[in-house]
């Protein structure tokens, strides 16, 4: 694959800091991001939190003011990590993974991706000390309403959606721009070989060759689709707001 640079020039550039590096680049080492990893057009580190820990035994964590259950990651360690990071990387937004964040949507992909980059910290035990999110002024987003055990997976899910929005990551443009959320709606369903199987055959207008009544049927499904599963999102489709910015 050939590399296509960002609008910088340089490779779009990915840091995470977390207690787990060898968690990375995990499955974003595979397809399509994998691909685009080998061939520059974005690059990855993970950076080890306990290289910054303190004492003869690294710590990185201690109990939470004010008592109660598990571990918190301490300032004084994440402070210094993340200093660090952004000496690499002084343009890039920091982004704490974290489920009382905004929420990820494909209009933030698309913001991350149009920047340098992006310095990520993955949480751990019970999270981190408030005292990093307010003094670094790091920006919080969740990746849906429910409690993973570490950042981690967060950072790949929000990496994954970025990097593949970077020119020359996905072949034809083509295909990103009817997706899901990209016209505010879902998507219309997909076919492909053979005509018919276990009795089931494709839409007959999907082999008709008319690309005109193609493309309203599939604004049709997109809209029916959308209207049955995620009222919230047609809604603002069919006013005319689109859930992402227009470049
Ligand atoms: N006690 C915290 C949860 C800590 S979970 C609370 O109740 O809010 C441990 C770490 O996992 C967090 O620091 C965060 O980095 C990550 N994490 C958990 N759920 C997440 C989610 N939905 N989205 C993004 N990150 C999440």
Redo the contacts with the bound molecule.
Sequence with gaps: MPHTPTASGRAWRATVLTLFPEMFPGPLGVSLAGQALGAGIWSLEAQQIRDFGLGRHRAVDDTPAGGGAGMVLRADVLGPAIDQARTRDAESPLV??????QPLTQAIAHDLAAGPGVILL???????DQRVIDGRALRE???????????EL?AMVLLDAVVRLLPGVVGASESLQHESFETGLLEHPQYTKPREWEGRTIPEILLSGDHKKIEAWRRAEAEHITAARRPDLLKSALTGLSTRKKP
């Design positions: 704490y993974l974290s489920p009382r964040g993955a949480g751990r035990f019970e999270g981190i987003i969740s990746i849906g309403d429910y409690v993973l055990s570490g950042g967060a």
